[in-house]
């Protein structure tokens, strides 16, 4: 599949979404432990080699004072708490028109993948990878054209994301596509228990420490 012009670099940024409870964890997930790295510095250390500006959207600023990104939180609070409330919160935070929207708590994340998509979106609402009938919408590519269509649509009281997708222009990955930079999909593995947290840190390379802001972990240990 044809790619098309690429988006300039001034022109994209990322927004990682940090809003969830952690309610099976009982501890937020951005903050486990990997080896003295906490999962949103590892995140956030893979995204600044292609973005220039980071945005974190989240409901607990304290928590995240130590990184060197933008800190946001929701705009729209009367309405029930989604993911889509923080992309829209995410997208409003910054005038760059292109923003890589992620979950905090992917630890997989592929740089080629996500240049790849990036490539794509120029011209379009938003690029979003597709696996057979299945999006995935928190790893995706969106453009500031989306705010208004997300209005609407949380004014509706409908959070689901990928139903604003008809009113806007996508292109989709494919798994075709997707499968050339990962094979695995591993891209869009979240972590959502202790035994995936285990499971990432085998496959990264760590050791199992179950602790929040461990060893050399740069986020102020106060907050």
Partial sequence: MKKGESVNN???GAIILAGGDSKRLGQPKALLDFNGQSLIEKMVDLLKRSFHQITLVTDRPELYKGLPIKITGDLIVDQVKSPLRG????????ALPYQFVVACDMPYLNLELIDYMEGFASGQDAVIPRIGRYYQPLHAIYHRSCI?????????????ITDFYAKIKVH????????RFDPEQR??????TWDDYR?????????ASLSVNGGGSKIDKNA
């Avoid at 208004?148 to 689901?160: F, G, R």
């Avoid at 989709?172 to 499968?179: L, W």
């Avoid at 891209?187 to 959502?192: A, E, M, Q, T």
């Avoid at 990432?200 to 050791?207: D, E, N, P, S």
């Fill in 172 to 179: 989709f990955i494919d798994e075709t596509e997707i499968k």
């Fill in 187 to 192: 891209s869009f593995i979240n972590i959502n």
């Fill in 199 to 207: 499971q990432a840190l085998r496959q990264l390379g760590g050791a």
């Fill in 10 to 12: 001034a022109e994209k």
């Fill in 148 to 160: 208004a269509v997300i209005e609407k649509q949380i004014q509706l009281e409908n959070y689901k």
């Fill in 87 to 94: 992309i829209h919160a995410g997208l409003n935070a910054s």
